[in-house]
């Protein structure tokens, strides 16, 4: 999908994985090249999908149903695409998002239990064809990424504290996805030093989008 100069970048993956630290610092790298960078992150992103957020992250495991996380997390989103990620694009900007609809597919869809072919349609149905430009897929075995997020000693959120298979299904659903769609993902070995991936994901920008930013 042609932007222009504008870029739509997800990073996904299973908790830990170092999502967060890298958008952070491709954030820096690339507003000190002199770009605007929108940073946001799913749940979330905008004063209504924050609450969101807290209603579908917080709370025992089992408080919604699949579906019903499905649809709190579109509902989100669509707001999300609609008031921040679309305006962004059309200045111009590059995007980063801490998760995006992978994450639905990964976690209401084949690691939760509702058919990913109904997920693809929601999809359709609120977003069309939008999706990101690039999505990394920050590969981690489970229980090394949920040893980071341990370290950081903070209230587990409903999903940190399901149970090992689901979050093995969500990590092989990812790899298939990435399998599926290579033009758009980019599987990255998030067990090295933050400062390889970074390089790493620095390459595969330079690679998809023909610059270095
Ligand atoms: N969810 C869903 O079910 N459906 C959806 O559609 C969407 C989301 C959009 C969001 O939780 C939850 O919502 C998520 C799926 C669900 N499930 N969970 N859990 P979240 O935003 O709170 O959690 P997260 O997205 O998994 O983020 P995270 O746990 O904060 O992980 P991260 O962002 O990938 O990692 P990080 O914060 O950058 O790093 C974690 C720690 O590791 C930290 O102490 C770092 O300093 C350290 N770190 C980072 N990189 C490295 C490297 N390379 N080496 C060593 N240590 C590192």
Redesign the pocket.
């Known amino acids: 999908m042609s932007r222009g100069g504008a870029h739509f970048i997800s990073f996904e ?10 958008i952070k610092l491709l954030g820096e790298h690339l507003r000190n090249a002199g770009h605007e960078v929108v940073i946001t ?3 979330g992103g905008t004063p209504d999908a924050e609450i969101v957020r807290d209603i ?2 917080n709370g025992e495991p089992g408080r919604w149903s699949a579906v019903e ?1 499905m649809l709190l ?1 579109y509902t989100a ?1 669509s707001q999300l695409v609609r008031t921040v990620i679309r305006p962004a694009l059309d200045r111009g900007a590059w995007v980063l998002s ?4 992978d ?2 597919l990964v ?2 869809g084949y690691a939760g239990g509702v058919d990913p072919d109904d997920v693809r349609k929601l999809h359709a149905l609120v977003l069309g064809d939008f999706n990101p430009d690039i999505t990394f897929i ?1 590969d981690i075995a489970p229980d090394n ?1 949920m040893r ?2 341990h ?2 000693a903070e209230v587990l ?1 409903q ?2 504290l399901r149970d090992d298979a689901f979050y093995v299904r969500a990590r092989s659903a990812y790899l298939d996805i990435a399998a599926q769609e290579p033009e758009r993902c980019a599987v990255i070995n ?5 400062e390889a ?1 970074a390089d790493d994901i620095l390459q595969v920008i330079i690679e998809r989008t023909g610059t270095k930013p």
Do not use: C, H, I, W
């Open positions: 993956g299973g908790e830990g994985a170092g999502k967060t630290t890298q992150r799913e749940p579908a992250l996380e997390m989103r801490d998760r995006f609809a994450s639905t976690y209401q920050m990424g980071r997020v370290s950081r959120n999903f940190e998030a067990t090295q030093s933050p991936v």
